[in-house]
C-alpha cells in the first residue's frame, strides 16, 4: 500500500482547478476552464489517496512435453530466442476478468515460451 498527496488550487472566478507553471522564482496558476491567470494566492485542497497495489502471481509451466501442444494452432510468430518463425499459441486470462487476456506463444522449434498482452 502506498500513499498519494495531491494539492489542488482553485480558481478564484469560476472555480475550476488550475494548473500551475514555474515563471522565474514565482509560481504561476492558469484556470484549465477559464483561462485566468494568477500569481501565487488561491485556495489549495489537500487529498490523500491510500491505493492498495497486488503482486502479479507467477506463471509456472507444469506440463512441457511437446505432445501437449500438438492440438494447438500454430501461428507464424519470431520467436525472441532462437529466431524460428512458428510458434504454438493459445490464450489465458491470467489477472481479473475486467483485464484483458494473456496471448502465449511456444516456440516450434526450441520450446522457449513468451507472452503478448493483448
Known sequence: MFCLHVDMRFCPIC???VKSEKKGSS????C????????????TVRSE??????????????ESSVDTYKPLPTTIIECPKC????????ISQTEDIDRDATKFFRCVRCGYVWREYT
Open 15 to 17: 472555480g475550476s482547478r
Open 27 to 30: 509560481t504561476i496558476f492558469i
Open 32 to 43: 484549465l476552464k477559464c483561462g485566468h491567470t494568477y500569481v501565487g494566492s488561491g485556495d
Open 49 to 62: 489517496n491510500r491505493i492498495q497495489v497486488r503482486e502479479r502471481e507467477a506463471i509456472s509451466i507444469v
Open 83 to 90: 529466431g524460428y518463425m512458428r510458434a504454438y499459441c493459445w
